[in-house]
């Protein structure tokens, strides 16, 4: 009497009945229109979270809600900075109920896995090197090499006490807010549809260049092309939390070098 296990075993060896193969389900994934929708949602999301905190600190001065007082309170140094780090909780949260509703992973859709420092040390070159020519071409062409209203922002948030949390919110919540929606959403979507690797990149860098319309066409194409630097490392490494790294970095030292070392 044969038992079960050994009944299986010939089964395996027998060419007539070849062993079961386990193919694992592939990930579910928002393809093209699924993550452009979603992607419009989320940046709404980071929208009201932003203006959220502007319309809250128009109502605790007692001031009129009207589009008066919100532009007037949101020029303010520590209030913009507050604006941007509470669109990032706004944002996390839409983010996750996009991925809860394909009953993903957040961690595995979002890649949020550390890099290696082989990995970092070559992005943070590759960065360098973009700034680096952006600086010497704004230098050639008579240009600032930071925008003026955001060197006026910063040095007034240093002279009005707002420079700690200027740093966090430039260098710390708005990485973070971007980096989930362009390298993170929207970069897995669209690179599971017919746009492929390339024209996720593409197409993520160009929403995200949109996302700082406040810029002038030059400082936009620089935008740009660090946002392909970015795409490109996002999909070598496979790590959302390297772009994240890198767009801190950059930030970071914008920040520094305007507020305490830009004269």
Known sequence: MSLPNESLLMDSLNPDHPPLVMTPAPPRVWKFWGTALWGLFIFA???????????????????????????????????????????????LAAVWLAIRFKKASFVDYLALYW???????????????????????????????????????????????????LLVAFSVAA???????????????????????????????????????????????EVFTIGLWFGYMRHRAGSLWLTIILHALNNMTAVVLTMWLGG
């Open 45 to 91: 999301a980071m929208f009201v979270g932003q203006i959220g905190a502007i319309l809250l600190l128009v109502a605790l001065r007692g001031l009129p809600i009207d589009m008066a007082s919100i532009q007037s309170v949101g020029q303010e140094p520590r209030a913009l900075a507050l604006s941007v780090i509470t669109g990032l909780p706004a944002t």
């Open 115 to 165: 890099p290696s420092w082989k990995q970092l040390l070559f992005g943070t070159v590759g960065l360098v090197l973009i700034v680096l020519a952006w600086e010497v071409t704004s230098r050639s062409l008579g240009r600032e090499a930071t925008p003026g209203f955001m060197t006026d922002l910063l040095k007034s948030g240093r002279d009005t006490g707002a420079a700690l949390l």
């Open 175 to 221: 990485p973070m807010s971007e980096e989930v929606l362009a390298r993170g959403f929207l970069f897995r979507g669209w690179s599971a549809s017919f746009l492929r690797v390339s024209g996720a990149i593409l197409l993520s860098s160009l929403v995200w260049t949109i996302v700082h319309l406040q810029y002038d066409l030059y400082f936009l194409a």
